[in-house]
């Protein structure tokens, strides 16, 4: 596990190589094996592999999203606020769930904020995404998880940048 978190970047640049139908079958796995509030499972998610729906959804907001264009997949991860009051803390946990199942697999990824973000000045990123996909009115839309086999490297942060500084030992502000 520590292997996956040291490679971990994000990815925004794909191959034109598809994702193998087997390999999409671990990520749906993966991906509702996340652990969630009370075990209410408040998310569910929108697989997309289509290439013009992929376009669609790479236009969601002006900064940040345009890459998904070129992914292979597209997981959309959607919550119902009404089910559970942790349904953002649950869809961030499958989020990254399936962002390291990737990475093991030897793919590449990326969250994109659909949550609070906009689409333009009149219209939510979130409603953008639940016009293009039909998702109805009581879900919410927190991210699109943008999945390919890399066609860029990253260096994984080394070591001596990690931040240990924010870890206290016992209490707030104590060295470890
Ligand atoms: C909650 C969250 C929202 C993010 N939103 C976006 C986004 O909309 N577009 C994007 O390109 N990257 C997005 N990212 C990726 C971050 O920019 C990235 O994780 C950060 O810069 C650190 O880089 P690294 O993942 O390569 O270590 C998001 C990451 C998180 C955790």
Redesign the pocket.
Known sequence: MIEILRE?????KYSEKSIEPDTIELLKEAILRSPSSRGINPWCFVFVDDKEILRKLSLA?E???S?LKDAQLGIVVCGDEKRSDCWIEDG?IA??IVQLQAQYLGLGS?????RN?MHSKEKTAEDYVKEVLNIPPHLRVL?IISIGYPDEK?RG?KKEELEYEKIYRNRFGERW
């Open positions: 971990r970047r994000s990815i925004r907001k900064h940040g999203s890459f961030s989020s990254i990326c969250w994109i904020q659909i973000r991210s990253k942060i």
